[in-house]
């Protein structure tokens, strides 16, 4: 038992400080947002925070004590977390911008057997924009071409991943912490404006986290749900491709927990991994080759201007954000080996200056972890102009104080000594993903799927709270304070009639 505790606290240790690290980073660069507010604003946040807090608290302590039954809180947290979303979509009308515009275009053109839009350059270079463009085009199919039914499915998908929140922190953790979590994205700002925008997050983060589900359900899956996990998470890919974080993390995974420390025979292991990889790649294979087949596109469904990303990644002036001047320079070499020679060439002038690679790094952790989540790709309509201010500070808080409660589950987990640890794989997968975006584009709205890995942890967090102050309840009686009180009033009241 010791020997396991000791191995135990020698692999988690090292990955929950590097996590630490960042949490501490992210809250001194929220703490200078909320600086820069007025006078008046700054005055409110803390009645704002204080309120939501309460709320998120209050309403999972209900839930634990009146929704015991498991089907009966799942019912309950998927209708409401699909109500509200399914309320917004239908109150703002969002439209298509930029990338969701040009992928609905070609959804609606290959509905109807027109396939033009695979010459066009976005199609060119990024190819495997089309898993998503395929799935559009069949709800065009189905629906015809209004906007509703896919936001509709949006809400959907958002409240499968609610239940999904609340299914894997029950089984990581206690059940309040996956009640708290399961609220707490319930009513996450970011995913129930972004549920009007015809982006392919909601779908592939439904399907990556239904795969971390029966992934995390048993110690070692068998052959049957090895290849469910690899199918699901074959066709998140697909609709958004983030395979190397999620494929990398399994692996560690797989290695740190299954091997290391509950002493999996590798023969088990290495016949989960084989069976796993050989389905996912599979999966991925059969579906570029039906697409190349039909003549839905020319190419396989890939990345065929993979530096790009890195070009962003390392520009200092627009802090690994978007660059139009970036954009316009590429732009003028024919993709293929030359533009990436160009492009490989950009990359390593940009990572010559190693001394401000540094202050690159912080600048990206402030801007794609600090900053306001990027609601605007909602909010582009001038009906809800005026609401833009007060979602954007209500967002910014809850967020915060989901980050204050991760920083405490993570610390608590530190400390905490139990041989139980599959929640390291969602720190594994938080620091793949955040580790990842140090080195390519960062975005705001990039933070959408790991959220619920942050909002699972984060709940544990909330559970320590509630432990914590049940027992400091019971040293202290406040109810008996409060009776002995009320009795010496009574009695000063006597004495001076």
């Given amino acids: 038992m010791e020997m396991s505790l000791r191995k135990a606290r020698i692999c988690k240790t090292p990955l929950l400080f590097i996590l630490l690290s960042f949490l501490c980073v ?18 409110q946040v803390p009645f704002i925070m204080a309120g939501y807090t309460a709320f998120v608290f209050i309403l999972a302590y209900l839930a634990y004590r009146h929704l015991q039954e498991e089907r009966a809180f799942i019912l309950f947290i998927a209708c409401l977390a ?13 439209k298509p911008v930029s990338d969701f515009h040009i992928m609905y275009d ?12 695979k010459y066009s350059d976005y199609f060119q270079a990024w190819t495997y924009q089309l898993g998503f463009t395929m799935y559009q085009a069949l709800m065009i199919k189905i629906f015809g071409t209004s906007l509703l039914p896919l936001k509709i499915i949006n809400a959907l998908c958002c409240a499968g991943i609610t239940v999904l929140v609340y299914k894997i922190g029950r089984n990581l953790f206690h059940e309040f912490a996956a009640k708290f979590a399961g609220i707490t994205y319930c009513f996450f700002i970011p995913s129930i404006v972004m549920s009007s925008v015809l982006t392919n997050q909601h779908l592939a983060t439904f399907l990556f986290y239904l795969g971390f589900y029966f992934l995390l359900q048993k110690r070692t899956p068998n052959w049957r749900v090895s290849m469910v996990i690899a199918v699901l998470l074959s066709l998140g890919n697909l609709i958004r491709p983030l395979g190397i974080v999620i494929l990398l993390s399994i692996l560690f995974y797989a290695v740190i927990y299954l091997i290391v420390l509950k002493k999996e025979s590798i023969k088990k292991v290495i016949g989960f991994l084989v069976i796993f990889m050989t389905t996912y790649f ?18 396989p469904l890939e990345n065929h201007d993979p530096m790009w990303k890195f070009v962003l990644g390392f520009n200092r002036e627009t802090e690994g954000a978007y660059s139009d001047k970036d954009f316009k320079t590429v732009s003028q070499y024919p993709l293929g080996e030359e533009r990436t020679r160009i492009e490989k060439e950009m990359v390593w002038e940009r990572l010559s200056n190693v001394g401000e690679l540094s202050n690159l790094f912080l600048s990206k952790i402030r801007l794609m972890w600090g900053e306001v989540d990027a609601l605007f790709w909602s909010l582009n309509t001038n009906s809800v102009s005026s609401l833009f201010g007060l979602i954007h500070t209500y967002s910014y808080v809850s967020y915060f104080v989901i980050i204050l409660l991760l920083f405490l589950a993570v610390d608590l987990l530190i400390l905490r000594r139990d041989t139980e640890h599959k929640y390291l794989f969602l720190i594994l997968l938080i620091l793949g993903y955040m580790g990842v975006h140090l080195l390519i584009e960062v975005q705001q709205r990039y933070r959408y799927f790991i959220m619920p890995s942050m909002i699972i942890i984060e709940g544990y967090g909330a559970y320590a709270l509630v432990v914590v102050m049940s027992k400091w309840k019971e040293r202290i009686p406040f109810r008996r304070l409060l009776q002995l009180r009320a009795k010496d009033a009574r009695q000063e009241v006597a004495e001076e009639a």
């Fill in 26 to 43: 992210i809250l001194f660069y929220m703490c200078g947002v909320f600086m820069g507010y007025s006078p008046d604003m700054l005055i």
């Fill in 82 to 94: 699909f109500c509200i979303r399914f309320m917004w979509v239908l109150v703002i009308d969002t």
């Fill in 106 to 117: 070609a959804a609606v053109k290959m509905s109807v057997g027109d396939f033009s839009y």
């Fill in 282 to 299: 599979a999966v991925f294979y059969l579906v570029s080759f039906i697409a190349v087949g039909t003549g839905i596109s020319n190419t």
